[in-house]
């Protein structure tokens, strides 16, 4: 919720300043900027800076840049992930709460079945929002009815099914405007996974809760939640369960993530190492279907936490190393993609931004039709040199920022 409604950006700029104790040189210097360029900006006798900014600024005031941002006029509207049209259907799924009835519940056998093909199509379908907003409504109502009707230990595996059905709902809500359904889901599944008492559903949830508490802008509760959960199942990753051993290494890697966003550089590293490591000990081949966790992943890892260090050079240099082909999902492909063309435009290399954003889409269009960055880079260069104008265009009306 935004709660400075009627204030410019220079005035919320200046709210948030103040409320960090930080002077006007002292952001200054930690952006890279002179006290009387922050000046001009609370003062809005220029522009509001634009996205790397913008990251830059909400990083050293440890808030949101969504909340640092607000409603940057039509513009910020635009920039923001479009509302996809199952949006209703699921938001009334998940608003529904199952009650006893007659019917015999599903099979948990058919029911796991189903979850694995929502998880395949998650990963294999290039509409794969609209293949989940298709897929969800049934999926929430059916694992709904077994956990109430299942007792005992199917109970237990009926909530864990229930917990990831939850998660994959939050894949769908991820980037649309639907802020309080993505926190009542991701609460419901790790009150689900704490039902179950399954450590693999344990992580899982525990996965998807950091993420929220971390684009919320609350890096400290992100963190808080990663590392009760690291210590809690380590002593369980001993027992030859690759799905578990893989869930352990996605929780490191998203301590690494999470550090990363609060400028954290050494700490990043480190647990990037340490998510790295657990790779290694995974099989050939093996792809953790919910977090995408795997040997082929680290490389996209490194782009990510380079990425969110404002390390562009860096992050090219990784993204070189690692062969974007080889990450078998679609839209996790296209994500780290994303994550390459922030890296191009953090070092002002505007047609290799553009033609990274471009490879994006034909692997997976609904990744960058709903994402925040990839949508504000295409939308800058829209004013950009000649060379990248005309691609950027096309890039704009096939993702709805022009018509």
């Not at 691609?391 to 022009?402: C, E, M, T």
Request: hydrophobic fraction near 45%; charged fraction near 25%; charge should be neutral.
């Amino acid at each position: 919720m935004d709660f400075l409604p009627e204030l410019t950006f220079g005035q919320r700029l200046k709210v948030y300043r103040e409320r960090s104790g930080k002077t006007r040189a002292v952001l200054g210097g930690l952006v890279g900027r002179s006290a009387e360029w922050v000046k001009a900006v609370e003062t809005d006798r220029i522009l509001p800076p634009r996205i790397h900014m913008l990251d830059r600024i909400a990083r050293a005031l440890k808030v949101d840049v969504s909340a640092l941002a607000g409603e940057l006029s039509a513009r910020s509207a635009v920039v923001n992930g479009p509302e996809h049209p199952a949006l209703a259907s699921v938001r009334d799924a998940v608003n529904r709460f199952a009650i006893s009835d007659e019917a015999s519940p599903e099979s948990l056998t058919s029911l796991r079945e189903r979850l694995a093909m929502a998880w395949r199509a998650r990963h294999q379908a290039s509409d794969h929002r609209t293949v989940l907003g298709g897929l969800l409504p049934g999926m929430l109502r059916d694992v709904q009815r077994a956990a109430l009707a299942y007792e005992g230990d199917e109970r237990r595996q009926a909530q864990a099914l229930l917990a990831e059905t939850f998660g994959l709902t939050q894949m769908f809500l991820a980037y649309q405007p639907a802020a309080e359904l993505l926190w009542r889901v991701a609460d419901r599944a790790m009150v689900a996974a704490q039902e179950s008492g399954d450590p693999e559903a344990l992580a899982c949830a525990g996965w998807f809760l950091c993420q929220v508490h971390r684009d919320a802008g609350d890096w400290d509760t992100a963190m808080a939640v990663t590392l009760d959960l690291l210590s809690a199942l380590e002593p369980r990753t001993a027992d030859g369960n690759t799905n578990l051993l893989a869930l352990w290494g996605a929780l490191n890697f998203e301590a690494a993530y999470t550090a990363a966003r609060a400028g954290e550089e050494g700490r990043a590293w480190r647990y990037w190492d340490r998510a790295d490591r657990v790779a290694q000990r995974l099989p050939q081949g093996f792809y953790q279907p919910q977090t995408s966790f795997s040997q082929v992943i680290m490389g996209a890892h490194a782009v990510t936490v380079a990425v969110e260090l404002q390390k562009s050079g860096e992050a090219v240099r990784q993204a070189r190393r690692h062969d974007s082909a080889a990450i078998p999902s679609r839209p996790r492909r296209a994500r780290h993609l994303i994550e390459v063309a922030r890296a191009h435009y953090g070092k002002d290399d505007k047609e290799a931004a553009v033609m990274t954003l471009r490879q994006a889409y034909e692997s997976a269009p609904e990744t960058i039709r709903f994402n925040g960055y990839a949508r504000q880079i295409t939308l800058d260069l829209l004013d950009g040199p000649r060379s990248a104008r005309d691609d950027a265009r096309d890039l704009a009306i096939k993702v709805g920022l022009l018509s």
